[in-house]
């Protein structure tokens, strides 16, 4: 069973940068996706950035694109997000997320990132004040 634990989030002012991590343990997929998510207050889960073992081109939300950064270390026990010129619509809960299926698979119709992967974390926070 994968076990996954976020860490990093916090409080920063618009402008600001933080790193979540996501500590991965019990992954058994001889390939598979890994994937971030937020959500804030009274609003559905959404797909922010996510990445396929086999490589390939990263996913990300158009509202982050070209300010987040998702990685792997080598050895794929940690997930990180590298979030930069982060604002105040930013803020919620991150989650981390794993699935055997590549994250291509949970999109249809070109949207957004579904919230199908079958692993979760608990979350971190993230505010962002301006």
């Known amino acids: 069973q994968v076990h996954l634990v976020e860490s990093g989030g916090g409080s920063v002012q618009a402008g600001g940068s933080l790193r979540l991590s996501c500590a991965v343990s019990?992954?058994?997929?001889?390939?598979?996706?890994m994937g971030w998510f937020r959500q804030a207050p009274g609003k559905e889960r959404e797909g922010v950035a996510a990445?396929?073992?086999?490589?390939?081109?990263?996913y990300y939300s158009d509202s982050v694109k070209g300010r987040f950064t998702i990685s792997q270390d080598n050895g794929k026990s940690t997930l990180y997000l590298q979030m930069n010129y982060l604002q105040p619509e930013d803020t919620g809960v991150y989650y981390c997320?794993?699935?055997?299926?590549?994250?291509?698979?949970?999109?249809?119709?070109?949207?957004?990132?579904?919230?199908?992967?079958?692993?979760w974390g608990q979350g971190t926070q993230v505010t962002v004040s301006s």
């Open positions: 990445i396929w073992s086999g490589g390939g081109r990263p």
């Open positions: 997320a794993a699935d055997s299926r590549p994250w291509w698979a949970m999109i249809t119709d070109n949207g957004p990132l579904r919230a199908a992967f079958g692993s």
């Open positions: 019990g992954y058994s997929y001889g390939s598979g996706s």
